[in-house]
């Protein structure tokens, strides 16, 4: 796998398949974020595509691995606006459907509403795919994206994507760095860490959930786990290597007791 400074990066492709992220679209003051295409057998998906900031630039990022014809899925994690804020345009521009957990998908229209009433194609309903909450397989091409239950890590409606094919685990936040390059690959783990503890231990949800978690993904064949954020792990050994340290850490409500919950003076 080659990794550069570019703003795409080709994560698997086998000539039939492809894997590609974008790392660096996200300028000026908003979060680093990475966006994903899979395309099968010319048929596209598009992974956590994210908000206004990103839908220009990734849009044309797109034009250049695939026609916005072919694509069949936007597929969201979870409903934070780095996610999918985005989801009005390309229910109005493209004819793909919405893939989001039962929990967020009648919340979604109140993104933009006004903007998707007159200009969508087809009924709102008729362009969403509702996840139950033990995920399912969603057909892609000749093969199945396989969304993987992920719930309080960090949204109480949270999946995360799994491409049988490349062996890839599309993370979400889960495995999230605050890098300012996200495609370097990752050299040292233990050096990495601090880019990682500090938000773990605020967005997940309990030690509890991420040990049913990493029970889940050590019976799946992973090759590489891909968050929505900084660094991949790429190979068993850095899979191995996340899953090991993340196993073990106290976060999220583990850490909360009665000096958080002070009201403050009045």
Known sequence: MAFDRT?????FDNGSHKCISFTSLVK??????????IIDNERAAVLDPGGDLTYVPLTMELNKYTRLANLDLVMASHQDPDIITSMPRWLVYTDAKVVASKLWARFLPHLNSAFMSDR???SWLDRLIELPDQ????????????????HFL???????FYDPISKILF??????????????????FEDHIPNMKGFHQRYMCNNKVIRLWVQMVRTMDVESIVPQHGT?????????QFLDWIETLQCGTDLM??????????
């Open 171 to 188: 993370s979400g936040d889960m495995g999230a760095s605050m890098v300012e390059d996200a495609g370097i690959p990752l050299e040292n």
């Open 257 to 266: 007791d009665e000096r958080v919950f002070t009201c403050p003076e009045h």
């Open 154 to 160: 960090h949204s109480v409606g949270n999946f995360q």
């Open 232 to 240: 991949p792990f790429i190979g068993k050994e850095q899979v191995n």
């Open 7 to 11: 703003t795409s990066q080709v994560l």
């Open 135 to 150: 995920g399912q397989k969603i057909a892609l091409g000749n093969t199945s994206i396989i969304a993987v239950p992920a």
């Open 28 to 37: 000026g003051e908003g979060v680093q974020a990475n966006q994903f295409l």
């Open 120 to 122: 969508m194609k087809g």
